[in-house]
């Protein structure tokens, strides 16, 4: 019995592990991670690039935005995705307050066929970086 559940745990374990794992992007990733530090050099000479931010609209009111992104929060992002078809042909750079809801979006983005690109951190590492907010 004890051999038993020494295996039961192990399996929990290595279940749980590997479901952090991938809800931080690091495993079975569908899109690409970017630094802010990255992104924000790739935007002053690429304009192919659209910026999507998917927090809500009281968290843009607390923390500001990074200058023309479009929102598009989490909550509904599946069922707008309709609207965002004019940037599929560009590069999308995803963010949210910290990095976690980015990874999510990025990942139902590059499902639905966009190029996609998590800025790691959000706007938490945008903002420490000194990287311009309005």
Not at 1 to 18: A, D, E, H
Not at 24 to 42: D, L, M, P, T, V
Not at 52 to 68: C, S
Not at 88 to 109: M, P, Q, W
């Amino acid at each position: 019995m004890k051999k038993l559940t020494n295996i039961v745990y192990w399996l929990v374990l290595s279940f749980l592990i590997i479901y952090l794992l991938y809800q931080k992007g690091y495993i079975f990733r569908n899109f690409e991670q970017i630094s802010a530090e990255n992104a924000y050099n790739r935007l002053l000479i690429d304009r192919n690039i659209t910026l999507l931010d998917v927090r809500t609209p009281e968290e843009i009111q607390e923390d500001g935005k990074i200058k023309n992104s479009l929102l598009v929060p989490l909550q509904i992002l599946e069922r707008n995705i309709d609207k965002l078809q004019p940037y599929k042909n560009k590069r999308l750079f995803i963010y949210c307050r910290s990095g976690n809801r980015s990874i999510t979006a990025s990942r139902v983005l590059s499902d639905a066929g966009f190029k996609t690109y998590n800025i790691q951190g959000g706007i938490i590492t945008w903002r420490k970086e000194g990287l311009p907010i309005e």
